[in-house]
């Protein structure tokens, strides 16, 4: 059984950086490909980041590019995002997300293709 924790969440100011973390750990599972997810109060989850197993193969909703970084640690099996000049509008519970697929670009950024889920992390960014 595969099991996924993130961390580092927090309440940060608009402007602020923040660094999320998930771990993932179950046996010698390797995930081809790993993704962010957020959800806001009253919205459904939305897709934020995914990567393959690569650092080549990222992909980014357009509401995060050029702002946050997503990366893996392959060694450690833990996925992260770095989240720069945050906003109101990234406040959200955020969940990392394990895919027994490999690769194959902005298909990532449905939900249904990620097979293991953590419980999530709270992001608060206020002014």
């Known amino acids: 059984q595969v099991h996924m924790v993130e961390s580092g969440g927090g309440l940060v100011q608009a402007g602020d950086s923040l660094r999320l973390s998930c771990a993932a750990s179950g046996g010698t599972f390797r995930s081809p490909t790993m993704g962010w997810f957020r959800q806001a109060p009253g919205k459904e989850r939305e897709f934020a980041a995914a990567?393959?197993?690569?650092?080549?193969?990222?992909h980014y909703a357009d509401s995060v590019k050029g702002r946050f970084i997503i990366s893996r640690d392959n060694a450690t099996n833990t996925l992260y995002l770095q989240m720069n000049s945050l906003k109101l509008e990234d406040t959200a519970v955020y969940y990392c997300a394990a895919s027994l697929f490999r690769w194959g670009g902005d298909y990532f950024t449905r939900a249904p293709l990620y097979t293991y889920w953590g419980q999530g992390t709270q992001v608060t960014v206020s002014l």
């Open positions: 990567i393959g197993w690569s650092a080549e193969h990222v």
